[in-house]
């Protein structure tokens, strides 16, 4: 596969809906995205991220590759669809299960976070880290309350009056 794109992923989308004959709204309801999302694919105003390269691909039956705009045959191969399917599948269900855990343990903002924290290059990631350290420093930004120091946190003792005789007597 040659390693440039020939074509924009906004034409071949248009081509392989021309193609198989599928509108906006249909495309939409297959692939489980809103019909605003697909015709921002159409008109060039975003491209789809991996995931969505792959349902768009598999709903118009082509090559994801081909969809990108590489200069690769349209057609998907029969054995590469099954293969991808199984594998697919396979994955999904991991990931759907991860993701139910980060959301259940970590918010549903969590998952999001991870989603562009994985789309950063290594500087990128790397300030996201430092700005996160200094931010769960600043109490008004946390869950929780301010780690205290030992002498803090170290309950007071106390010690007790022994009670003598002349107490016992004074309380009769």
């Known amino acids: 596969m040659n390693n440039e794109r020939i074509e924009s992923f906004q ?3 248009r081509e392989g809906m021309r193609i198989r004959e599928i509108n906006a709204a ?3 309801r297959k692939t489980g995205y809103k019909e605003a999302n697909i015709s921002q694919w159409v008109n ?3 491209e789809a991220k991996q995931e969505g390269v792959y349902k768009l691909a598999n709903t118009l039956n082509v090559n994801e590759a081909w969809l990108m705009g ?9 054995f590469e669809v099954f293969d991808e399917d199984v594998a697919n599948v396979s994955l999904l269900k991991y990931e759907v299960q991860l993701v139910e855990q980060i959301q259940k343990h970590f918010g549903k903002n969590a998952v999001q976070m991870l989603q562009s924290f994985t789309e950063l290059n290594q500087t990128g990631q790397e300030k996201v880290l ?3 350290h200094d931010i769960s ?3 008004r930004y946390t869950n929780t309350e301010p780690q205290r120091t030992a002498q803090a946190t170290t309950p007071k003792i106390t010690r ?4 003598t005789a002349s107490d016992d007597s004074k309380e009769d």
């Open 137 to 139: 420093e600043l109490p």
């Open 130 to 132: 430092e700005n996160i």
């Open 44 to 46: 060039g105003k975003y």
């Open 26 to 28: 249909e495309l939409a």
């Open 160 to 163: 007790r009056k022994r009670r």
């Open 11 to 13: 034409n071949r989308l």
């Open 70 to 78: 590489y200069d690769v045959p349209m057609e998907r191969s029969t």
